[in-house]
């Protein structure tokens, strides 16, 4: 079995986990989860550790970044906070803010990084400082990307068989892409599974991480 790093806790105590596999610098770091109604992502990023043996470049995976939300099948954090909303981006905004639909609100917290996950997963990326990191989330069925990914999420769309595009349709102020793809100019992709995800959807997020992983 794969040794799994604590990295945080959640609201209610649970273990966030971190794997790490490979050795030297990180190439890519990957997480799924961070929306509790998003299993599907959750089930990918286990499905693409089990395929790492450790001989090609390290990569470290969180498949839960919110297991509160996994636990009560909700998107939220046990707070109300939506996570993706909850980084130090410029873009950033306190309390509630639009969604995707005029009747949709997202609670992004009092603060940037005031959640034990979000503040978790950003420890995270700065220790590991990885040359790419990418999320994955349900259910758009798509490979969006920031900062300089273009190619990256091209070559990714390619092996996955969901188009690569650069919007979403939506704002999404204080996520983890405008924090690290926006501001930083990190290559940072969101891949979109559908919802429910079949077998194949997730053999497709599967192939499309083995090319992030280079």
Request: charged share 20%; aromatic share 4%.
């Amino acid at each position: 079995m794969i040794p799994r790093e604590v990295i945080g806790r959640s609201i209610e105590g649970r273990p966030i986990e971190a794997i790490a596999i490979g050795a030297g610098r990180t190439r890519l770091l990957v997480h799924g989860g961070i929306h509790g109604d998003e299993p599907g992502a959750v089930e990918a990023v286990e499905r693409f550790v089990t395929l790492l043996d450790g001989t090609g470049p390290r990569v470290v995976a969180v498949p839960a970044v919110n297991p509160d939300g996994l636990a009560a099948r909700r998107k939220d954090n046990a707070r109300g906070v939506d996570l993706n909303r909850n980084f130090p981006a410029r873009s950033f905004c306190p309390g509630a803010i639009p969604g995707p639909t005029a009747a949709t609100r997202y609670d992004a917290g009092p603060s940037p990084l005031s959640e034990p996950e979000s503040a978790a997963l950003a420890a995270l990326v700065a220790r590991e400082d990885p040359c790419v990191l990418v999320a994955l989330h349900q259910p758009l069925a798509c490979v969006n990307f920031d900062g300089p990914a273009r190619d990256l999420a091209a070559r990714m769309a390619a092996a996955c068989g969901w188009p690569a595009v650069a919007d979403v349709g939506y704002p999404t102020p204080g996520s983890f892409g405008a924090r690290y793809g926006v501001d930083e100019q990190r290559p940072v992709i969101t891949l979109e599974l559908p919802r429910p995800a079949s077998e194949g959807d997730l053999a497709a997020a599967v192939r499309a991480l083995l090319v992030a992983r280079g």
